[in-house]
């Protein structure tokens, strides 16, 4: 079976504004075989035209259509909920550009859903205005809930933060479709034309990463270039089917398969993690 990529980005692609080692030549390689694949993130801020080419001037071959955000996710939800509506939102701009594309107006007073997502310029005047709303009836939606976002400079508040506040200011629990939601993981698989069998899913989160692929049935693969360690994963009553130092060593067989997958049986069932972890990678031969 031939297997399309789902990936994760921060931590597992890059960090920061520096490259993980090998990503790039990983990506490459996934473009030249003609596997399918999509980059996921659950940064609502950046277009994803500006993501793609944030990656390009990393080295990362990417146009538009490589990219699935959070915001897309958010977008197509309240617009199937409600076409034509209204939000107040909490954001920047990759959040306002797939609201608008989805036919949906941004409004200061009413409207039919408050939306937060990341940004930096945020202010408790905008904080106090989306209570009164959610109070007065309109309905709270979250990009994702993530408590906080990887900077150079060190953590800073995420999405997760701001919607805090305002779910226990108003009573009101946020409707959240950013990664590990079934609405957006569903959604970047179908895109890719794929099977749940067909998907794994790469990321260095347990939380999101890990969690949303589990739940979805796909096979997951965690990797060590991020915030995770491996002395974390017994905290967790799930386990990846794979663990890896970064997207370099996820074997070739799986990546571009030519024969069994090592991290699968020759029944298609995954091996134990516990087993995965012993791996011999380094033995891992490209098909020539």
């Known amino acids: 079976?031939?297997?399309?990529?789902l990936l994760d980005m921060d931590g597992v692609i890059y960090r920061g504004?520096?490259?993980i080692p090998g990503a790039a030549a990983f990506v490459q390689r996934l473009r030249d075989s003609g596997t399918r694949f999509l980059f996921l993130t659950n940064n609502s801020q950046r277009t994803?035209?500006?993501?793609?080419?944030?990656l390009?001037?990393?080295?990362i071959d990417?146009?538009?259509?490589?990219?699935?955000?959070?915001?897309?996710?958010?977008?197509?939800?309240?617009?199937?909920?409600?076409?034509?509506?209204?939000?107040?939102?909490?954001?920047?701009?990759?959040?306002?550009?797939?609201?608008?594309t989805n036919g949906y107006?941004?409004?200061?007073?009413?409207?039919?859903?408050?939306?937060?997502?990341?940004?930096?310029?945020?202010t408790f005047e905008m904080i106090e205005k989306a209570v009164r709303m959610v109070s007065s009836g309109s309905r709270l939606i979250a990009t994702n809930m993530d408590p906080n976002c990887p900077t150079e400079a060190g953590p800073r508040p995420g999405c997760g933060a701001i919607v805090a506040m305002i779910e226990k200011a108003t009573g009101?629990?946020?409707f959240s479709l950013g990664k590990p939601s079934p609405i957006m993981m569903r959604a970047a698989r179908k895109q890719l034309g794929l099977s749940s069998e067909e998907t794994i899913m790469v990321g260095d989160t347990m939380d999101t990463d890990i969690l949303g692929g589990v739940g979805l049935g796909y096979r997951t693969i965690l990797v060590m270039s991020g915030g995770t360690k491996l002395g974390d994963l017994g905290d967790y009553a799930f386990s990846p089917d794979m663990v890896v130092d970064s997207v370099a060593?996820?074997?070739?067989?799986?990546?571009?398969?030519?024969?069994?997958?090592?991290?699968?049986?020759?029944?298609?069932t995954a091996i134990p993690v516990e087993q995965q972890r012993s791996y011999p990678v380094e033995s891992v031969v490209m098909p020539s």
């Open 249 to 268: 060593d996820i074997p070739d067989n799986i990546a571009f398969p030519d024969g069994p997958n090592p991290g699968l049986s020759q029944n298609g």
């Open 56 to 59: 390009c001037r990393m080295g």
């Open 105 to 122: 107006s941004v409004v200061e007073d009413n409207p039919d859903f408050v939306i937060i997502g990341e940004g930096r310029t945020m």
């Open 172 to 174: 009101k629990q946020a």
């Open 48 to 54: 994803r035209r500006d993501v793609a080419m944030k």
């Open 17 to 19: 504004n520096r490259v």
């Open 62 to 100: 990417a146009i538009d259509r490589d990219i699935f955000t959070c915001a897309m996710a958010t977008a197509r939800f309240v617009a199937a909920q409600k076409p034509n509506g209204t939000a107040y939102v909490i954001g920047e701009g990759g959040l306002l550009s797939a609201l608008h």
């Open 1 to 5: 079976m031939k297997y399309g990529f």
